[in-house]
Nanobody
Framework: VQLQASGGGSVQAGDSLRLSCAAS????????VGWFRQAPGKDREFVAA???????VYADSVRGRFTISKYNDANMVYLQMNNLRPEDTALYYC????????????????WGQGTLVTVSS
């Protein structure tokens, strides 16, 4: 399984961005996908996840501002990020698993490369 994350950029506080994660697997509908982020000098942290059936989970820090969605026919997962804050600045990664809800690093079987989000105040 290969994952390709994209959509990062440099924005102002309060702006929005949409991150995309493209998957190269025919059975994508059976996979759970998560988004994680890693700021300089910090550990990689969970942001949001969606199960194969569409159940979603969010970190407290992004709930109400970020929305994760999955489009099985297109093999795509999106992370819509609204009302961005400087503390959202990080390298964002998508990850997938065919067996686990990807709510922690240890549950991810496959990782995409990161896409950088920079939010200035």
């Amino acid at each position: 399984v290969q994952l390709q994350a994209s959509g990062g950029g440099s924005v102002q506080a309060g702006d929005s961005l949409r991150l995309s994660c493209a998957a190269s697997v025919r059975t994508f509908r059976t996979y759970a996908v998560g988004w994680f982020r890693q700021a300089p000098g910090k550990d990689r942290e969970f942001v949001a996840a969606i199960s194969a059936s569409g159940f979603t989970v969010y970190a407290d820090s992004v709930r109400g501002r970020f929305t994760i969605s999955k489009y099985n026919d297109a093999n795509m997962v999106y992370l819509q990020m609204n009302n961005l804050r400087p503390e959202d600045t990080a390298l964002y990664y998508c990850a997938a698993s065919s067996t686990e809800m990807v709510v922690a690093v240890r549950f991810a079987a496959y990782w995409g490369q990161g896409t950088l989000v920079t939010v200035s105040s």
